[in-house]
T-cell receptor, first 112, second 114 residues
């Protein structure tokens, strides 16, 4: 079984809709991250969390919110989706600062 | 500003030949450098990292990378490419004083032809 899972794997939604992307991990890591990947831009950090009570904005947090429901779960919400949020979204975990990150398989989101 | 550059969008190499995927970085402080690989429809997979010590780092699947502080580079290499190495490769850096941030390059698509 995969250590970092994301649901759904693919999602099509309409402009203005609220959607949630979920991430679960069985690695026991405290740190969790949400990235988006756009062609030619690499990965950009949206939000990160060092533990359940610690949530931090990344470089492109506008239009997104997150919830760390438990050590193992970190959800990303788009309150009112817009077309330029069409991207591939990745969740990642790490055991500590400077450590290797482990990525989920990604969620491909299309906003019409 | 911290940044990572992968100057080549695509690298083409014949199977059996050596390959190099280039990465340069610009950071304040000591960098922690990483290479990740992404296969189609998959998440990123860790290949190798440089934290400190020997400038030549060996990683998974026969890959290695050399840290060059004077040239601020961390090029990924493999002596003999395989068709199965074809994938998207990302260089990433974390800065010692700011572990919160993890900067990724734009990615290089490696095509290994039989």
């Amino acid at each position: 079984d995969a250590d970092v899972t994301q649901t759904p794997r693919n999602r099509i939604t309409k402009t203005g809709k609220r959607i949630m992307l979920e991430c679960s991990q069985t690695k026991g890591h405290d740190r969790m991250y949400w990235y988006r990947q756009d062609p030619g831009l690499g990965l950009r950090l949206i939000y990160y969390s060092f533990d359940v009570k610690d949530i931090n904005k990344g470089e492109i947090s506008d239009g997104y919110s997150v919830s760390r429901q438990a050590q193992a779960k970190f959800s990303l919400s788009l309150e009112s989706a817009i077309p330029n949020q069409t991207a591939l979204y990745f969740c990642a975990t790490s055991v500590g600062a400077g450590e290797t990150q482990y990525f989920g398989p990604g969620t491909r989101l299309l906003v019409l | 500003a911290q940044s990572v550059a992968q100057p080549e969008d695509q690298v083409n190499v014949a199977e059996g030949n050596p390959l190099t995927v280039k990465c340069t970085y610009s950071v304040s402080g000591n960098p922690y450098l990483f290479w990740y690989v992404q296969y189609p429809n998959r998440g990123l997979q860790f290949l190798l990292k440089y934290i400190t010590g020997d400038n030549l780092v060996k990683g998974s699947y026969g890959f290695e990378a050399e840290f060059n502080k004077s040239q601020t580079s961390f090029h990924l290499k493999k002596p003999s490419a395989l068709v199965s190495d074809s994938a998207l490769y990302f260089c990433a850096v974390r800065v010692q004083y700011n572990f919160n941030k993890f900067y990724f390059g734009s990615g290089t698509k490696l095509n290994v032809k039989p």
